[in-house]
């Protein structure tokens, strides 16, 4: 069901359908407020690739991050203009990938063997130097693994249409939080998540070398 039938703005499940949309949200959030973000560093691949494999990741069984069947979708005037992801937070050093489904997907991607031992080198060194996206959350915790809106919406109240349909189900679940990590200097979305109740827990920085990610994130959390 929707948060509402009034358009311009619904909010619903989202089904197979829309993994090309889910991609499209995904590769914008982890760009936050930088023109290239962690996973455009992390593959080193062009954008249609990148979103291509996003799509494909979110429908496969050995993929923890990003999946279909963990997102909600927003329409706008039954346009699709933003996504979230959420699940309860269980701890995965798969992260953003499953090294498994990558390996499924690359050779219908013409990806090759060498580019994804690259990628999953990438993101062993990346988890190393941010180990708090797979430390294990106190019980009753859901992890909002990602949250975009394209960038024309973003004014639009997408992103709380979002986030209050996410709250209302992960209390209706029995959830106790909700968690979220925001790129240190994202003051547009820091500024979001506080008005929706979000706390600063803690900020994690990069090290030495890890400078092409950003400066490190920040862990928010809600109480339900």
Not at 63 to 80: H, K, M, S
Request: hydrophobic share 40%; charged share 20%.
């Amino acid at each position: 069901m929707p948060v509402n039938n009034t358009e311009p703005l619904s909010v619903y499940r989202a089904g197979p359908g829309y993994a090309k949309c889910l991609a499209d949200m995904i590769l914008l959030a982890s760009r936050s407020h930088h023109k290239r973000g962690f996973l455009d560093h992390l593959t080193g691949l062009p954008e249609p690739t990148i979103i291509r494999l996003l799509a494909r990741l979110a429908m496969h069984p050995a993929q923890p991050w990003g999946r279909i069947d963990n997102t909600y979708v927003a329409l706008v005037d039954g346009v699709c203009s933003g996504t979230v992801t959420v699940r309860e937070d269980l701890s995965t050093p798969d992260y953003p990938f499953s090294p498994q489904a990558l390996r499924d997907l690359a050779p219908d991607l013409a990806i090759s063997p060498e580019q994804v031992a690259d990628i999953l080198s990438r993101q062993q060194a990346f988890v190393s130097a941010l180990p708090a996206v797979t430390e294990p959350a106190s019980p009753g915790t859901w992890l909002v693994e990602y949250l975009g809106v394209r960038r024309e919406n973003q004014a639009g109240g997408v992103a709380r249409g979002l986030m209050a349909r996410t709250t209302q189900d992960v209390r209706a679940a029995g959830g106790k939080a909700l968690e979220l990590y925001c790129d240190l200097g994202n003051t547009r979305a820091e500024r979001l998540f506080a008005a929706l109740g979000f706390t600063l827990v803690r900020e994690y920085r990069y090290g030495p070398g890890m400078d092409v990610y950003g400066q490190g994130v920040s862990l928010f959390k809600l109480a339900l």
